[in-house]
């Protein structure tokens, strides 16, 4: 006859705090979850962590969530300016100013710049004698010092105000104003061999339609966009050029083409246009009613033209900060001022502000990368600039960025200030489920293959450990006397009727 009952006198273990029947379903889930959850963390978790410890300078253990306790390292502290730490994304490290024996000839302003490999050229510009068609060269260590400035290839004319592009490794000069201070139609196009900048030559096959200055550029895969600038006559212009490549036997740029579907909402001068591959910005400059705070962005698709709305088969056109959100306008008119771009983020540094006072502002942003939309802007005190600079001409070579020449507002400038565009991360944080810790940071080669045997290592080190875990489990009997011998009777098993399998 079958028993449907517990003898008298019986009684069900219960285990988690008398919640679950210890021979119930529950309980074995609960186990088999655990056992589960410890065989990913010691055969995934861990081995991916001794690679990474072997590899990277810190190694996150959990998960910071909140992280009360940071310690950064020194080298993103220059002169008493301390960055937060961790470095906000985006932020650089604190501004330096270039020795006395790195300064330039003379004072320079308005002037273009190009990076070649490590070679950085100051190009044309204005000095105290008016506009020049000097070029200065340097070549920048990877440290980021640089070694005095000499003289390099000259522009065949002076040129100050020009927008100065770097296409596929070939440097445009394009517009600009003379050495009477007119407006010019020219471009000049560089000649680079192996790396150096050697020679310029007049590009008079896609000359300017009309005469511009102070005008903005960006190069694209595609070509170059020019946007806005003054006129010979003064004015203000809202034109959008744009100087296709052609494949058709040898690559070159076709003449210039007004993009008359789609002008900048606003007319625009002493402006700085930046591309981040999926849009092109156009930032502050001066407008119809002064200094701007405005940002225009423009979508581009994967050739480098205008992003197509498929429905109506026309570009999208412009994106006005102010419409889209009052937080994606700059944080203060600016003018003037030097542009780059790094890892996604674009940055907006000194200028003139909206009563034409040169400031030390450096205000950066980070892009959505799918639709270039802007949230905001950051601004830090250590990473502005350490005195007022405005028509300085940047430039990024490696992880470094240059902001050269300028002007104080009452003088040409001809020192050269540099930053650090990879702050260092925190080599320790306690956070409230995790903490980070130094690692060994071997790099190269033998770091990879180190890794790999640590990480191999980790694997098969953990394999025998749950293999262990499980013999000790099935001989709870033997396990239970080993670790009464090893403690020499301290550890006392429980009764033999206690083992449960």
């Keep these: 006859m ?43 978790y861990v081995p991916d962590r001794a690679y990474y410890f072997t590899v990277a300078p810190t190694v996150d253990l ?28 985006g932020s650089v490290v604190p501004w330096q100013d270039s020795p006395g024996e790195l300064a330039l000839p003379e004072g ?18 204005e000095t105290p ?17 640089i070694d005095p400035w000499q003289e390099g290839a000259a522009l065949p004319e002076p040129r100050a105000g020009a927008v100065a592009l770097n296409l596929g490794g070939t440097p445009y000069v394009v517009g600009g104003a003379d050495a009477d201070g007119n407006a010019t139609d020219t471009v000049f196009r560089g000649v680079v061999e192996e790396g150096v900048l050697t020679g310029w030559e007049a590009a008079d096959d896609i000359a300017l339609p009309v005469p511009l200055v102070d005008l903005a550029g960006v190069p694209t895969g ?39 579907e789609l002008p900048l909402p606003e007319a625009r001068a002493n402006a700085t246009a930046i591309s981040t591959g999926a849009s092109v910005y156009v930032l502050g400059g001066e407008g119809p009613d002064g200094v701007s ?19 109506t088969g026309r570009p999208f056109g412009w994106g006005v900060s102010v419409a889209q959100s009052a937080s994606a306008v700059l944080p203060a008119p600016r003018a003037d001022h030097a542009t780059f771009t790094n890892s996604g983020a674009i940055y907006v540094i000194g200028g003139r502000d909206a009563d034409g006072n040169a400031v030390t502002t450096n205000y950066w942003a980070v892009p959505n990368p799918a639709d270039g939309t802007i949230s905001r802007w950051t601004s830090l005190a250590p990473t502005d600039l350490t005195k007022s600079r405005q028509d300085a001409a940047a430039a990024v070579v490696g992880p470094h960025a240059f902001v050269i020449g300028g002007s104080s507002g009452e003088q040409p400038l001809d020192s050269t200030v540099r930053a650090g565009l990879a702050p260092q991360p925190a080599f320790f ?49 033997e396990t239970f006397r080993f670790f009464q011998w090893i403690t020499r009777g301290r550890f006392r098993p429980p009764p033999d009727d206690e083992y449960r399998y």
């Design 129 to 145: 004698s008016g506009a020049t068609a000097s070029v200065l060269a340097t070549v920048v260590h990877e440290d980021g010092n």
């Design 108 to 125: 320079r302003t308005r002037a273009g710049t190009f990076a070649s490999g490590e070679n950085l050229y100051v190009v044309g510009g």
């Design 2 to 44: 079958a028993q449907y009952a517990l003898p008298p006198g019986a009684a069900r273990r219960r285990t988690v705090f008398g919640l679950l029947d210890a021979d119930g379903w529950g309980w074995a889930g609960l186990k088999a979850t655990f056992w589960f959850l410890l065989i990913i963390f010691l055969q995934g």
């Design 293 to 311: 705070n405005m940002v225009f962005y423009l979508g581009l698709d994967t050739d480098g033209q205008p992003a197509i709305d498929h429905d």
């Design 62 to 89: 959990g998960y910071n969530a909140i992280s009360p306790i940071n310690l950064c390292p020194a080298e993103n502290n220059v002169d008493n300016r301390h960055l937060p730490c961790p470095p906000p994304l």
């Design 429 to 477: 944080r306690l956070g409230l489920f995790g903490l980070t810790v130094p690692a060994l940071s071997i790099k190269g080669e033998i770091g990879q293959q180190l890794g790999y045997i640590v990480a191999g290592s980790a694997v098969a080190g953990t394999f025998v450990l749950l293999i262990v875990i499980g013999w000790m489990y099935s001989h709870k009997r």
């Design 222 to 260: 595609n070509g170059l966009y020019l946007f806005g600038g003054r006129t010979a006559d003064g004015n203000l212009s809202a034109a959008i050029y744009k100087s296709d490549l052609t494949t058709s036997g040898q690559i070159v740029l076709q003449p210039w083409v007004e993009v008359t």
